[in-house]
Protein backbone atom coordinates (compact mmCIF):
# COMPACT_ATOMS: atom_id res chain seq x y z
CA UNK A 1 0.00 0.00 0.00
CA UNK A 2 1.80 3.45 -0.68
CA UNK A 3 1.54 6.35 1.57
CA UNK A 4 -1.45 8.80 1.82
CA UNK A 5 -0.24 11.82 -0.63
CA UNK A 6 -2.47 14.52 0.95
CA UNK A 7 -0.46 15.08 3.65
CA UNK A 8 2.79 17.14 3.30
CA UNK A 9 6.43 16.29 5.34
CA UNK A 10 5.13 18.07 8.37
CA UNK A 11 2.09 16.04 8.31
CA UNK A 12 -0.45 18.63 7.22
CA UNK A 13 -3.21 18.82 4.52
CA UNK A 14 -2.34 19.80 0.97
CA UNK A 15 -3.29 19.55 -2.63
CA UNK A 16 -1.05 17.47 -4.64
CA UNK A 17 0.83 19.07 -7.38
CA UNK A 18 0.06 17.73 -10.39
CA UNK A 19 1.57 19.44 -13.03
CA UNK A 20 4.08 17.22 -13.90
CA UNK A 21 1.93 14.40 -14.78
CA UNK A 22 1.53 13.60 -17.82
CA UNK A 23 -1.99 14.14 -19.30
CA UNK A 24 -3.99 11.17 -19.97
CA UNK A 25 -7.10 10.03 -20.73
CA UNK A 26 -8.79 8.20 -17.60
CA UNK A 27 -12.74 6.62 -16.59
CA UNK A 28 -13.76 5.53 -13.65
CA UNK A 29 -17.05 3.78 -12.94
CA UNK A 30 -18.84 4.23 -9.35
CA UNK A 31 -22.14 2.02 -8.17
CA UNK A 32 -23.88 1.55 -5.42
CA UNK A 33 -27.69 0.88 -4.19
CA UNK A 34 -30.56 2.48 -2.95
CA UNK A 35 -32.99 -0.49 -1.20
CA UNK A 36 -36.67 0.74 -0.80
CA UNK A 37 -40.02 -1.22 -0.47
CA UNK A 38 -41.51 -2.66 -3.49
CA UNK A 39 -44.28 -0.50 -3.65
CA UNK A 40 -42.06 2.62 -4.13
CA UNK A 41 -40.18 0.86 -6.63
CA UNK A 42 -43.21 0.28 -8.53
CA UNK A 43 -43.93 3.85 -8.29
CA UNK A 44 -40.58 4.94 -9.99
CA UNK A 45 -40.87 2.81 -12.88
CA UNK A 46 -44.58 4.12 -13.50
CA UNK A 47 -43.81 7.20 -13.46
CA UNK A 48 -46.28 8.07 -10.63
CA UNK A 49 -44.15 9.59 -8.25
CA UNK A 50 -45.55 13.15 -6.56
CA UNK A 51 -42.59 14.99 -7.32
CA UNK A 52 -42.22 13.76 -10.98
CA UNK A 53 -39.61 11.38 -13.27
CA UNK A 54 -37.26 10.57 -10.50
CA UNK A 55 -35.06 8.94 -12.45
CA UNK A 56 -34.78 11.87 -14.93
CA UNK A 57 -34.55 14.02 -11.95
CA UNK A 58 -31.40 11.69 -10.24
CA UNK A 59 -29.56 11.40 -13.13
CA UNK A 60 -29.14 15.11 -13.51
CA UNK A 61 -28.72 15.48 -9.94
CA UNK A 62 -25.79 12.75 -10.82
CA UNK A 63 -24.27 14.37 -13.34
CA UNK A 64 -24.25 17.99 -12.39
CA UNK A 65 -22.51 16.81 -9.03
CA UNK A 66 -19.83 15.43 -10.87
CA UNK A 67 -19.20 18.51 -12.14
CA UNK A 68 -18.97 20.43 -8.57
CA UNK A 69 -17.34 17.60 -7.01
CA UNK A 70 -13.74 20.34 -6.27
CA UNK A 71 -16.72 22.43 -4.44
CA UNK A 72 -17.51 19.61 -2.01
CA UNK A 73 -14.59 17.70 -1.66
CA UNK A 74 -11.82 20.16 -0.36
CA UNK A 75 -8.65 18.51 -1.90
CA UNK A 76 -10.20 17.51 -5.24
CA UNK A 77 -8.73 19.48 -8.47
CA UNK A 78 -11.68 21.08 -10.78
CA UNK A 79 -11.33 18.84 -13.96
CA UNK A 80 -12.61 19.64 -17.41
CA UNK A 81 -14.69 16.13 -17.42
CA UNK A 82 -15.45 15.17 -21.07
CA UNK A 83 -17.93 12.81 -20.78
CA UNK A 84 -20.56 11.61 -17.43
CA UNK A 85 -23.39 8.79 -18.05
CA UNK A 86 -25.77 8.30 -14.98
CA UNK A 87 -27.64 4.93 -15.51
CA UNK A 88 -30.55 3.00 -13.06
CA UNK A 89 -31.23 -0.56 -12.81
CA UNK A 90 -33.96 -2.08 -10.78
CA UNK A 91 -32.49 -5.15 -9.13
CA UNK A 92 -33.46 -8.22 -6.28
CA UNK A 93 -30.04 -8.78 -4.50
CA UNK A 94 -29.84 -12.42 -4.69
CA UNK A 95 -28.48 -12.88 -0.84
CA UNK A 96 -31.06 -10.53 0.76
CA UNK A 97 -33.66 -10.19 -1.45
CA UNK A 98 -33.57 -6.57 -1.44
CA UNK A 99 -35.40 -4.71 -3.82
CA UNK A 100 -34.01 -1.39 -4.76
CA UNK A 101 -32.18 0.78 -8.04
CA UNK A 102 -28.24 0.71 -8.52
CA UNK A 103 -26.78 2.93 -10.21
CA UNK A 104 -23.73 3.80 -11.89
CA UNK A 105 -22.29 6.51 -12.84
CA UNK A 106 -19.33 6.39 -15.35
CA UNK A 107 -16.99 9.56 -15.57
CA UNK A 108 -14.09 10.52 -18.38
CA UNK A 109 -11.52 12.90 -18.74
CA UNK A 110 -8.07 13.87 -20.36
CA UNK A 111 -5.86 14.73 -17.75
CA UNK A 112 -3.44 14.27 -15.00
CA UNK A 113 -5.57 13.30 -11.93
CA UNK A 114 -8.21 10.52 -12.29
CA UNK A 115 -11.97 10.78 -11.72
CA UNK A 116 -12.74 8.51 -8.93
CA UNK A 117 -14.27 10.97 -6.78
CA UNK A 118 -16.26 12.20 -9.64
CA UNK A 119 -17.98 9.05 -10.09
CA UNK A 120 -19.20 7.93 -6.29
CA UNK A 121 -20.21 12.03 -5.88
CA UNK A 122 -22.26 11.32 -8.99
CA UNK A 123 -23.84 8.01 -7.94
CA UNK A 124 -24.39 9.27 -3.77
CA UNK A 125 -25.82 12.17 -4.95
CA UNK A 126 -28.39 10.38 -7.96
CA UNK A 127 -29.14 7.91 -4.89
CA UNK A 128 -29.70 11.06 -2.53
CA UNK A 129 -31.86 12.49 -5.06
CA UNK A 130 -34.04 9.50 -5.71
CA UNK A 131 -34.13 9.33 -1.55
CA UNK A 132 -35.87 12.82 -1.49
CA UNK A 133 -38.03 12.27 -4.20
CA UNK A 134 -39.59 9.20 -2.61
CA UNK A 135 -39.24 9.95 1.06
CA UNK A 136 -42.89 10.59 1.68
CA UNK A 137 -43.81 7.44 0.55
CA UNK A 138 -40.77 5.15 2.29
CA UNK A 139 -38.75 7.20 4.42
CA UNK A 140 -37.20 3.28 5.20
CA UNK A 141 -35.23 3.69 1.95
CA UNK A 142 -31.18 3.25 2.72
CA UNK A 143 -28.20 3.59 0.59
CA UNK A 144 -25.71 0.79 0.17
CA UNK A 145 -22.42 0.02 -1.16
CA UNK A 146 -21.07 3.20 -3.19
CA UNK A 147 -17.53 2.21 -4.15
CA UNK A 148 -15.63 2.58 -7.09
CA UNK A 149 -16.09 -0.25 -9.67
CA UNK A 150 -13.51 0.44 -12.35
CA UNK A 151 -10.82 3.08 -12.72
CA UNK A 152 -8.43 3.34 -16.29
CA UNK A 153 -6.19 5.58 -16.93
CA UNK A 154 -2.59 7.34 -15.49
CA UNK A 155 0.10 6.07 -13.75
CA UNK A 156 -1.03 3.11 -11.53
CA UNK A 157 -3.26 1.33 -14.41
CA UNK A 158 -6.61 -0.48 -14.40
CA UNK A 159 -8.70 -1.59 -11.39
CA UNK A 160 -11.79 -3.52 -11.46
CA UNK A 161 -13.95 -4.17 -7.97
CA UNK A 162 -15.65 -8.03 -7.75
CA UNK A 163 -19.11 -7.91 -9.08
CA UNK A 164 -21.49 -8.12 -6.20
CA UNK A 165 -24.46 -6.45 -6.44
CA UNK A 166 -26.83 -6.91 -8.62
Do not use: N
Not at 17 to 27: G, L
Not at 126 to 134: H, P, Q, R, S, V
Amino acid sequence: MSALTHFDAQGQAHMIDVAAKPATHRIAIAGGRIEMLAETLALIQAGTAQKGDVLGVARIAGIQAAKKTSELIPLCHPLALTRIAVEFEAAAQRQSGAIGIFCTASVETVGPTGVEMEALVAVQTALLTIYDMCKAVDRGMSIHGVRVLEKHGGKSGSFVAPKTWP
